[in-house]
């Protein structure tokens, strides 16, 4: 796996800070799967930036098929979650959205670090946030931990941005929006109230597997274009199978499934 402090050699012919549309290798994607095994103990799954509605990255808590070892015809699945990125990005949106972030201004990455950015953002979220689901769904608050849990949403977001700032640019500072420099103070405090009554990075890590072609999303075999992605070992008999599941799937319910599409 790469340095977390090398840039994944965005596909791209411009210079680095100008604004352009960057797509995903067949390399990075196999780079940013393993670190999402190995950092975030979750599988990667490509998806379209239409299927996305303006989000770059994702992660969730909702179990999706995972398949053990795509090398073999039939293997075993799981359901595990899935971390989400984008195959294509606009780099002059990400600029100009990550100048209103809530402290990190995004518009000073260079167009070679985006998707990597991006992915420890993500990996962030699972390794140094406040859990939502603790803040969601807590029955014993008092009024002041409630008070506190509305600021939790935007908190994360703080320190996610952080995680991924810190691998991407280490020891370097963070370059602040307007809202950073305007908010620095009252950040910190949130995080201090915030920890009063919740725990940071509460649950501990398991690690996948990190080769590629192991615990890899059901959705990444959907296609021939997604399953290139993988590695040119994914079993044929395998990749037919799940085709003709999706296929059938489409044909039988007339919708699209979220992430299967590329």
């Given amino acids: 796996m790469a340095d977390a402090n090398s840039t994944l050699g965005a596909n791209i012919i411009t210079r680095t800070q100008a604004d ?9 994607y196999q780079e940013l799967a393993t670190r999402c095994k190995e950092h975030a103990g979750q599988p990667l ?8 509605e303006g989000d770059w990255a994702q992660f969730n808590y909702w179990a ?4 053990d070892d795509v090398t073999q015809p039939n293997s075993k699945g799981r359901e595990r979650a899935y971390i989400y ?19 990190c201004d ?23 946030n ?14 002041e931990a409630k008070e506190a849990a509305k600021k939790a949403r935007y908190i994360n977001e703080v320190l996610a941005d952080r995680f991924a700032w810190e691998r991407v640019r280490p020891g370097q500072p963070i370059p602040l929006t307007n809202a950073g420099r305007l908010n620095a103070d009252q950040i910190e405090r949130d995080i201090e ?16 597997e990190p080769d590629q072609y192991r ?33 059938a799937h489409f044909k039988k319910h007339g919708h699209h499934m979220r992430g299967v599409a590329l």
Avoid at 20 to 28: D, W
Avoid at 45 to 52: G, I, P, R, T, Y
Avoid at 86 to 102: I, Q
Avoid at 236 to 241: K, T
């Fill in 64 to 67: 999706m098929p995972v398949i």
């Fill in 45 to 52: 799954n490509l998806a379209s930036v239409e299927d996305m």
């Fill in 85 to 103: 990125l984008v195959n294509c990005v606009d780099t002059g949106a990400v600029r100009a959205a990550g100048r209103h972030r809530p402290e």
């Fill in 106 to 128: 995004w518009s000073k990455l260079k167009n070679s670090e985006m998707f990597s950015f991006v992915v420890w953002h993500e990996i962030g979220h699972v390794r140094d």
């Fill in 20 to 28: 352009t549309t960057i797509r995903l290798s067949h390399t990075q």
């Fill in 215 to 247: 615990h890899v999303p059901s959705y990444m075999l959907s296609s021939k274009r997604k399953a290139a992605y993988v590695g040119p070992d994914v079993n044929p008999n395998l990749l037919e199978r799940e085709i003709r599941y999706y296929r």
């Fill in 193 to 208: 109230e915030l920890s009063r009554y919740f725990i940071r990075a509460k649950y501990p890590l398991k690690p996948l």
């Fill in 130 to 143: 406040f859990h939502p689901m603790d803040v969601a769904f807590a029955t014993d608050l008092t009024p």
